[in-house]
């Protein structure tokens, strides 16, 4: 069992007995993060950032989005040559404090001068709170005199870029940690799904406690399918009763919608995710659950719902299946450390000594930004996506090249300033 019993806040009672006073630990998640009202995300209580809940690696600064940026000019180039009429989008699903979309805005201002009269900026975002702290964010970086003009910009949804798709980038930045999982436990030699359920401790307070439940059959196929596809073995041959693991049933529905949302065009997901032996390592006994609130990490999971952001890792293989076989194809896959050096890393370090003394906190500050963005056990572990969507009835819809980020980083020339 995953950790103590907690108490139960009103709003979430309330929940549990419209459903019958027990969940699936999916069920849980979805209403500690997304619950309109009171989840993490849904309430947009949660703050990212240095001094929010949890970082990501858009909020340490300007200089990850410049790297991405130089991804997207080369992908939307040539998007823009094969599709000479079109508008091209940059959808970026889940944007948090749009941070991101911020700075690639400035980045594709300024690099992409001729094309930004055929740029849009789409959002696509679940949570009412977080659209409402978007919309503040743009509408300041709007005012703000040393940002770039901002490209038209707009809010949707998936569905609604289904019914009307586009040709373009769509991003998926820390997205998919963020989806509710199921979590599988090993009980008696046999995998059971977990469950939460109410329990009334005393006359006045009502608890939340663990629980299992047989697998639900069209879970199980659908589990099935893609471990036969993948030959991995869940569970693994020595892993011993107690064992834990998340599987990200979510994930292949919003694979088969994101593919229709886009006619022609990149999806890059960038993601916490391992290897399936080391996500079903019979040694990973917890699974890769996390809690995160003030910075600080926990594997308490049932205290303080819609309070604390809940995420997990993604096993690379399952997440891979499940893309290609709802309308992706992979291109190909690597870490961010080598990714962000491919795409310059180690330039823009190095040119960071050009600034003048009187910015020596910011050149510390960035240079710090930059380490733990390919440090191997910070940010650096995390994987880079790109999956290819092509039009079939329109034969030239690739971009022809191979990514920039999954390219050999080119040598730093000799005449660049090194480090003291
Ligand atoms: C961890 S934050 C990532 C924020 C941002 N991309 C960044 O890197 O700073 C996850 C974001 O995804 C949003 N989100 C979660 N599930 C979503 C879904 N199914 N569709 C769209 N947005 C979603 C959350 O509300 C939040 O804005």
């Known amino acids: 069992m995953t950790g103590p019993a907690a108490p139960c806040p009103l709003w979430l009672q309330q929940r549990f007995e419209q459903s019958g006073g027990s969940v699936p630990f999916s069920q849980f998640m979805a209403w500690a993060l997304h619950d309109p009202e009171h989840g993490a995300y849904g309430s947009g209580q949660l703050k990212i950032g240095k001094g929010g809940d949890f970082a990501t690696s858009a909020t340490l600064g300007p200089d990850f989005s410049a790297l991405m940026g130089c ?43 001729d094309l930004m009269h055929r740029l849009e900026l789409v959002l696509v975002e679940i949570n009412p709170g977080m659209e409402q702290r978007q919309r503040k964010r743009l509408g300041r970086h709007q005012d703000s005199r040393n940002s770039q003009p901002l490209l038209p910009h707009r809010w949707t949804s998936l569905s609604e870029l289904k019914a009307s798709p586009v040709i373009g980038v769509l991003i998926a930045h820390e997205l998919l940690d963020a989806f509710p999982v199921e979590r599988l436990e090993l009980v008696d030699g046999q995998l059971r799904r977990q469950t939460v359920h109410l329990h009334q401790a005393d006359a006045c307070g009502v608890d939340l406690h663990w629980g ?25 041959p020595d892993a011993e009763d107690g064992w834990t693991t998340e599987w990200h049933d979510a994930c292949a529905s919003w694979f088969a919608e994101a593919s229709e949302a886009l006619t022609a065009g990149h999806l890059l997901v960038v993601d916490y995710a391992l290897e399936a032996h080391r996500y079903y390592s019979a040694r990973r006994r917890e699974g890769t659950l996390m809690a995160y609130r ?25 997440m891979v299946h499940q893309a290609t076989t709802h309308g992706w194809t992979l291109e190909g896959q690597c870490r961010q450390g080598e990714a962000l050096l491919a795409l310059g890393l180690a330039e ?29 056990a910070c940010l650096g572990e995390f994987r880079w996506l790109s999956f290819l969507r092509f039009n079939p009835l329109v034969p030239s819809t690739g971009t022809g090249e191979r990514s920039q980020f999954l390219q050999e980083p080119s040598v730093i020339n000799a005449s660049t300033p090194s480090r003291p």
């Open 212 to 236: 299992t439940e047989p697998i639900p059959q069209a879970l199980q196929e659908r589990i099935n399918s893609t471990l036969s596809a993948t030959q991995i073995a869940l569970p693994p």
């Open 294 to 318: 003030n910075q600080r990490a926990s594997q308490v999971f049932l205290v303080d719902a819609g309070q604390q952001d809940l995420t997990a890792h993604l096993c690379l293989e399952t």
């Open 71 to 113: 991804q997207l000019v080369q992908w939307l180039r040539a998007l823009g040559l094969n599709h000479p009429t079109k508008t091209l989008s940059i959808v970026e699903v889940g944007p948090g404090e749009a941070e991101l979309s911020c700075d690639l805005n400035d980045h594709l201002a300024e690099h992409l001068p």
């Open 348 to 376: 823009r370090f190095s040119s960071l000594q050009q600034l003048p003394g009187s910015q020596l906190a910011e050149l510390l500050q960035r240079r710090e930004a930059l380490l733990r963005l390919v440090d191997p």
